[in-house]
């Protein structure tokens, strides 16, 4: 048994026994069917609505198991850092009302493929009723929205990068950098259609994607070096011409106007 199974199996028996929940639910890798001995472990959990300020989050986390450092991350989730194991569990600390919040626009961003993996706890059956909407295949990402929306995000963050490159803040260009690689897996994903891990487009990308498709994405990537960054921005820009292109031949998603300026912004030494 992996660690973060037993983990998960001390949450599971902790849920059953505080009678302040009304439902608690684990979503991401091991909800999925591909946690690993690297995976974290994450979970919703829904306390009753008038119960749910005064739970102490730290001593909860301490139920499961002894906790090397607690912390609220920037997203506003209570991260737990378990001792020994480092390894990492993310849990939200929410209402029962919050479950309403269950909807199908979460599979935007994660999916549950069954209820048997995901369900922890349900004492009303609100959850389980919210989880219709959410438990199933991954989306169909390709559609003419998406692909428009995905080049003209990947257009702004690649100007946006190369302006401030040409300005001499080379630091802050590469930054930049992993926002237009970002949204260059977006579109090969797309291109090859390839649903999987769509919230976090690196995810297996060296199983996801094709060999090529890896190849053009390394050579988007750059050490902190000006020269190494100018010349990921223009791989990057010629990469992405080439996705666009395929992925809307009839109805380009960027003005061909827009493309010729940025080729001589980006392409022209």
């Not at 001995?37 to 198991?65: C, G, H, K, M, N």
């Not at 989730?77 to 309403?100: C, K, M, N, Q």
């Not at 926002?179 to 090969?188: I, K, P, T």
């Not at 809307?248 to 392409?267: F, Y």
Request: with cysteine; net charge negative; proline share 6%.
């Amino acid at each position: 048994m992996l660690p973060q199974e037993a983990l998960i199996a001390r949450v599971r028996q902790v849920c059953a026994e505080d009678q302040r929940l009304d439902a608690a639910l684990m979503y991401g890798s091991f909800a999925a069917g591909e946690g690993d001995t690297f995976s974290d472990i994450e979970f919703l959990l829904y306390f009753a609505d008038d119960l749910q300020p005064s739970v102490d989050q730290d001593a909860w986390l301490r139920e499961i198991a002894p906790v090397a450092l607690s912390l609220v991350n920037e997203a506003g989730i209570r991260v737990a850092i378990f001792d020994e194991t480092l390894i990492r569990g993310e849990f939200h600390f929410d209402r029962a009302a919050d479950i309403a919040r269950i909807d199908a626009g979460w599979r935007e961003y994660d999916w549950l493929p069954s209820y048997e993996t995901a369900l922890v706890l349900d004492r009303t059956g609100a959850l389980t009723d919210r989880l219709r909407s959410v438990v199933g295949p991954p989306l169909t990402r390709r559609t003419p929205d998406r692909v428009a929306s995905v080049s003209h995000n990947f257009v702004n963050w690649l100007l946006f990068g190369a302006t401030v490159l040409a300005r001499g803040e080379h630091a802050r260009a590469h930054e930049l950098l992993g926002h237009v690689g970002r949204h260059l897996l977006w579109l090969a994903r797309l291109a090859e259609g390839i649903d999987a891990h769509w919230p976090t487009p690196s995810r297996a990308l060296e199983t996801d994607l094709s060999a090529d498709a890896y190849a053009r994405y390394a050579a988007c990537t750059a050490p902190l070096d000006p020269a190494a960054i100018a010349a990921a921005y223009r791989a990057a820009w010629d990469w992405g011409k080439e996705l666009m292109a395929a992925l809307s031949p009839d109805d380009p998603p960027v003005p061909k106007s827009l493309i010729a300026a940025l080729d001589r912004r980006i392409l022209v030494p």
